[in-house]
């Protein structure tokens, strides 16, 4: 019985291992009913856009597709990130709050009058909707956020694909007369006069990402920053 023990101990140890590295393991706690599930849907329909994005292959409203992006980071959930967020969006105003109450983090907002919606289709609607608005206003090919730009109304969409913006977290609230959606990122995106992202071919090898660590996945052309 004791090598049976061994090889049980053995068996959970990898079975662990197997549960980390395939990405299931729990994201967050259970709370305010945001569970993975919704979770996983917001950080991978960010990711689906920001590839989208970084082969060339987003329709733009002005013409074409949006330039490929050469360095566009791969995003990761996060739960403090969430917890700002979710204590904001509590309170069930479709307005952005202060940078300062969200630690100077970008924050992206969506409502629908639907109530009580499924929370991942909520998820999923919100990040198209924010996404489509380079399909249905656009962004012009040289690619920067300035003024002209951010009163032609494409910040939600330029907040998505931020290259920098490594990190979100998002809340779903089933308000009385509406759902109400946000996400906040990390680091904010969004500032005058910088470029959108990096234009050029996606990476091909970790160099190509040109910062440290980061780890170039072909398949999605996304590098992959530490964590």
Not at 58 to 73: S, W
Not at 95 to 124: C, F, P, V
Request: hydrophobic share 35%; proline share 3%; aromatic share 10%.
């Amino acid at each position: 019985s004791h090598s049976l023990q061994n090889m049980l101990g053995i068996a959970t140890v990898t079975f662990l291992a197997l549960l980390t590295t395939s990405g299931w393991a729990s994201l967050c706690p259970d709370k305010d009913g945001m569970s993975d599930e919704v979770r996983k849907a917001f950080v991978d329909k960010h990711n689906e856009y920001r590839t989208l994005v970084a082969r060339g292959q987003a329709k733009n409203k002005l013409g074409g597709n949006a330039p490929p992006a050469a360095r566009m980071l791969k995003m990761s959930y996060d739960c403090a990130i969430e917890e700002n967020m979710m204590d904001y969006a509590k309170e069930c105003k479709f307005a952005h709050n202060s940078y300062k109450d969200r630690n100077y983090w970008g924050q992206n907002l969506y409502m629908t009058s639907a109530r009580h919606i499924n929370k991942t289709r909520a998820a999923e609607n919100s990040v198209s909707a924010w996404f489509s608005e380079l399909e249905h206003k656009g962004v012009p090919k040289e690619n920067r956020r300035t003024m002209e730009v951010f009163n032609h109304g494409v910040g939600h969409y330029s907040q998505v694909v931020w290259q920098w913006s490594k990190k979100v977290g998002c809340a779903v609230v089933w308000c009385k007369d509406m759902t109400l959606v946000g996400c906040e990122y990390a680091r904010a995106g969004n500032y005058l006069g910088s470029l959108i992202y990096e234009i050029g071919e996606p990476c091909k090898e970790d160099k190509d990402c040109n910062c440290d660590k980061c780890k170039c996945s072909r398949e999605e052309a996304l590098c992959i920053p530490p964590q």
